[in-house]
């Protein structure tokens, strides 16, 4: 009872898989044949449905049509002019007075001819037997009109219909014309019409050209002259009900559908009868399609769960004959990729080879490279012990000089010493990437100390700043190394005194530095290049670029630093910062004036 379960459990992955794809499709298979052999029934009653409902449609215009039909008829009969000609005639002994008014006659009937595409021609025969034609007239024998005449008489003014016949396909429209003037109704008959009707052209003109529209009754065929079928072989017994219905049947060895509509009006029955083959023609050849292409996609399913499965596979193999080699010792050549292999995907199992060959290689450095690793772990050590240098060592060396230069009475390079201290100081205090711009003013106005020292009355520095302003932060050393790119470019090329100020102003949500010097100023080839930092400022090297990076990375892309300088005139820099202070009241400090 267990051998099948166990044959299965140790079957080989991509066989396992392959018969998986199969099974998924073959049962795939199998419902959408079934459901659509379902569809496919549904469809047909549809079909069945759709062609009755089309053919009740047909026959509901041609009714409609015949009606329009009667209505003209009754136009033409109660029309003023001819029922004037027509009595005219009626009562007229003279031959020149009738050939005048069935002249006229013809010339009204003639707008009814044109008006009406439908019509073969119209026929009226006055109270003395002479016939007007107008139209497409063809001969028709004594008889037939001596068998029409009976018909309008017993119709007493209402329409009678004549059918089709070999002479004639046509369908006659035939009543009496009746006499009437104003309020005036003797009804005595002035003559008889005859409207013969196009029963191609109305039927093609307002039916599908698919199958073949009959309009019997009883045994009489009204339309076609040649019907497909003879209305004698239908049995009765095939029509459903009075009204309407289908149904299929074979008349020399081929089947027909055939629907069926029984008019209220006229009791004509209206049948369409369609070649059953030609209808289901292109469904028969779908089902025998959707067979072939079921057939299809199971073949190469088939193939393509046997090449899918083997793709999965072949890599789990190749991995599982690395782990032997790993767990031989051999981690150097389990960790080699073959020459002729290609490389790993990016699938999970891509992933787990190279997670192995990784791990392979960490174990193997670690084996190999861990004793020396260790050595230079120590060495780094010993060196780094060797440049260390204790910050308090030259805190307290400055501390020395400076003590000195007090007793020996010496101001300036005591404060010039006292500035580099708190300069070294900041510099080295990496705790805090923003300070507020009164600290920042602080590394400013110590720097400044030891340039006037060295400049003397040169330099001029100015700082009109609001004190709300001082609490705004900004990035570490954002100010000195504009007021040392300053001192560089516009104090140091010049022996002329050199003018350099530090303004805030408020435009709205920002709130701008500006670092400004009345200096030589700068030529466009030197300030593009100091826009794309390819020039490094005096001093601690931060160059423009890194101050606006470190802007932009504190408050947002929207804001940093621009920069102008006009040959002549001097340099402009603004450091645009959010405005985040309300304005108070107004501080200036200035320097060496």
Not at 92 to 112: F, H, K, V, W
Not at 236 to 252: C, M, V
Request: charged share 20%.
């Amino acid at each position: 009872m267990q051998t099948r379960p166990l044959h299965f459990r140790h079957m080989r992955i991509k066989n396992k898989l392959s018969l998986l794809i199969a099974s998924i499709v073959a049962i795939t298979f199998t419902i959408a044949l079934i459901v659509q052999q379902y569809a496919f029934s549904v469809y047909d009653e549809q079909l069945y449905q759709k062609s009755s409902t089309v053919l009740h449609l047909s026959s509901s215009v041609i009714e409609q049509e015949l009606q329009r039909i009667e209505q003209l008829s009754f136009n033409i009969i109660t029309d003023a002019q001819i029922q004037t000609h027509l009595r005219t005639i009626a009562d007229s002994e003279s031959e020149y007075d009738m050939l005048i008014q069935r002249q006229r006659l013809a010339d009204r009937l003639l707008y009814y001819v044109g008006s009406e595409p439908s019509l073969h021609s119209i026929h009226i025969i006055d109270a003395h037997g002479k016939r007007q034609n107008l139209g497409r007239v063809i001969p028709i024998s004594e008889n037939k009109i001596s068998s029409m005449l009976i018909q309008a008489g017993e119709g007493s003014g209402q329409e009678r219909w004549t059918y089709p016949d070999a002479s004639d396909p046509a369908l006659i429209l035939t009543r009496d014309i009746r006499s009437y003037s104003g309020t005036l109704f003797d009804l005595e008959r002035i003559g008889t019409i005859f409207i013969r009707i196009d029963m191609d052209r109305l039927v093609h003109q307002f039916t599908s050209q698919e199958g073949d529209l009959m309009m019997i009754s009883g045994h009489d065929v009204i339309y076609p002259r040649l019907p497909q079928v003879n209305p004698a072989e239908i049995p009765s017994s095939f029509f459903k009900n009075d009204n309407h219905g289908y149904f299929i049947r074979e008349w020399e060895g081929k089947s027909y559908f055939t629907a069926y509509r029984k008019s209220a009006e006229t009791g004509w029955t209206y049948i369409n009868i369609t070649p059953f083959n030609e209808i289901f023609k292109r469904v028969l050849f779908i089902k025998s399609l959707v067979i072939y292409v079921f057939i299809f996609i199971f073949a190469v399913a088939i193939l393509w769960g046997v090449r899918f499965s083997r793709s999965l596979t072949k890599p789990i193999e190749n991995l599982m004959a690395r782990m032997k080699l790993a767990e031989k010792g051999n981690f150097a050549e389990a960790n080699v990729l073959p020459p002729d292999k290609e490389p790993p995907s990016r699938d999970e199992l891509g992933l787990l080879q190279r997670t192995f060959r990784l791990m392979v290689e960490r174990i193997n450095v670690l084996i190999t490279e861990n004793y020396s690793s260790q050595l230079l772990i120590k060495e780094t050590e010993f060196k780094a012990l060797q440049a260390q240098i204790n910050p308090h060592f030259l805190y307290n060396t400055l501390d020395s000089i400076n003590w000195m230069a007090k007793v020996n009475k010496q101001a300036q390079i005591s404060e010039m010493v006292q500035a580099l201290a708190f300069l070294l100081r900041n510099s080295i205090n990496l705790k805090e990437s923003l300070l507020t711009l009164e600290e920042e003013l602080e590394i400013v106005k110590n720097y400044i100390t030891i340039q006037k020292i060295r400049f003397g009355d040169r330099l001029s520095f100015h700082l009109e700043l609001e004190s709300v302003d001082l609490q705004r932060r900004i990035p570490k050393l954002t100010l000195q190394p504009l007021l040392e790119n300053a001192i560089h470019y516009a104090l140091e090329p010049s022996i002329h005194p050199c003018h350099i100020a530090v303004r805030g102003l408020t435009d709205q949500d920002l709130f701008i530095l500006v670092v400004e010097d009345d200096g030589p100023g700068m030529d466009n080839d030197t300030l593009e290049r100091l826009r794309q930092n390819d020039m490094q400022t005096n001093g601690n090297g931060i160059g423009l670029l890194n101050i606006d990076e470190r802007i932009k990375y504190a408050f947002g892309d929207q804001y940093g630093i621009t920069i102008d300088s006009t040959p002549g005139t001097g340099t402009r820099i603004q450091i645009i910062i959010p405005n985040e202070v309300e304005e108070s009241s107004y501080v200036q400090s200035s320097s060496g004036r």
